[in-house]
């Protein structure tokens, strides 16, 4: 990363700001008028908003390719650190949401159970959504900077 242009770290913060974005206010840990919630905000809520800002930020940064780079990128490793971004940013919008207003854990386990049960769980899936998308990030990385072999 310490070789990364500028231009692709200006695109980390961008799509930083987005990730969070779209993580922060259908979640209404960002205040909006069009989103709210039944239940408080966790203080835990924010710095999780945070980390996976800059972990989707600099992810996305990753598939942007510098202007000499002409060679393909390894398929399989690809769609692992693609799908393992998304499972991460998905799990964080669960993790960080008002447990009553999702619709998917209210008709699962009511309203009761979606307090008692799944509220608790919330942490634990906050910790998983970064995981997730660390180990993104780090294949991402990882191949980087490879020596490609021509066909």
Do not use: H
Not at 96 to 119: I, Y
């Amino acid at each position: 990363m310490a070789r990364w242009p500028r231009r692709r770290w200006l695109i980390a913060a961008l799509s930083g700001l987005a990730v969070a974005a779209l993580v922060a206010l259908p979640t209404a840990v960002i205040p909006n008028p069009v989103f709210g919630r039944s239940v408080d905000v966790t203080w835990w809520s924010y710095p999780v908003v945070i980390v996976t800002g800059i972990l989707g930020g600099l992810l996305f940064a990753t598939y942007v390719r510098d202007p000499g780079d002409t060679g393909p990128e390894p398929e399989a490793e690809l769609d692992q650190a693609s799908k393992l971004g998304m499972a991460g940013t998905l799990v964080t919008f669960f993790a960080v949401g008002c447990p009553v207003c999702n619709k998917l854990v209210l008709l699962a386990l009511g309203a009761t159970g979606a307090v008692t049960w799944f509220a608790p769980v919330q942490p634990f899936l906050a910790l998983a959504s970064i995981v997730l998308m660390m180990l993104a990030l780090r294949i991402r990385l990882r191949n980087d900077r490879v020596c490609r072999v021509p066909a």
